[in-house]
């Protein structure tokens, strides 16, 4: 079945992230200077405004910081209804950590903050592929390459093919 969900949009800011996601890592800059980790990614240190920054692996370790239940879902989403949608603070400080995602593999009404949780990772099949396969089934002919749709926008070929997810601890 074709991905028909949203994909990130990359830039030379956020890359070595989305291709760190592809080898199934979860990384976040860190400060080669003070040793502070900062996310979300930003240009400087935020604890000592130094640029240089390396992006560190972390363990992927979390709690349920916040989460919320969606019971109605636009597009693809509302085929998967109820899901949550959960922010998980990482293990890594002293700077706290929170990491938006799905929370997968784990009953709805069974979640509470404080829970722990792993990030987990969901690869999707290459973009152009899921397009071509969706405009074929409409009755296009697809013959030669083409951009994608992108958040409303064009983007280029060759984003990436893996995206975050939290999921519950037994199935890290």
């Known amino acids: 079945m074709a991905y028909l969900k949203p994909l990130p949009e990359i830039t030379?800011?956020?890359?070595?992230?989305?291709d760190a996601?592809?080898?199934?890592?979860?990384?976040?800059?860190?400060?080669a200077d003070c040793g502070a980790y900062n996310w979300v990614p930003y240009p400087a240190c935020r604890t000592c405004l130094s640029e240089r920054q390396a992006w560190?692996?972390?363990s992927g370790?979390?709690?349920?910081?916040?989460?919320?239940?969606?019971?109605?879902?636009?597009?693809?989403?509302?085929?998967?209804?109820p899901y949550a949608v959960v922010l998980g603070q990482l293990a890594e400080q002293p700077r706290p950590m929170l990491v938006l995602g799905n929370l997968a593999n784990h009953p709805v009404?069974?979640?509470?903050?404080?829970?722990?949780?792993?990030?987990?990772?969901l690869d999707v099949p290459d973009d152009q592929q899921v397009w071509r396969d969706v405009l074929s089934r409409m009755g296009f002919i697809i013959e030669?390459?083409?951009l994608r749709m992108h958040r409303g926008r064009l983007g280029a070929p060759?984003?990436?093919?893996?995206?975050?997810a939290i999921a519950g601890p037994e199935f890290g």
């Open 56 to 58: 560190t692996p972390v």
């Open 61 to 81: 370790d979390a709690t349920v910081y916040s989460y919320s239940v969606c019971y109605r879902g636009p597009g693809a989403f509302g085929l998967e209804v």
């Open 109 to 121: 009404d069974q979640i509470s903050i404080g829970m722990p949780i792993q990030i987990s990772y």
């Open 158 to 164: 060759g984003q990436p093919s893996a995206i975050y």
């Open 144 to 146: 030669r390459p083409f």
């Open 21 to 31: 996601l592809k080898r199934h890592q979860f990384t976040v800059p860190r400060c």
């Open 12 to 18: 030379e800011l956020n890359r070595p992230f989305w």
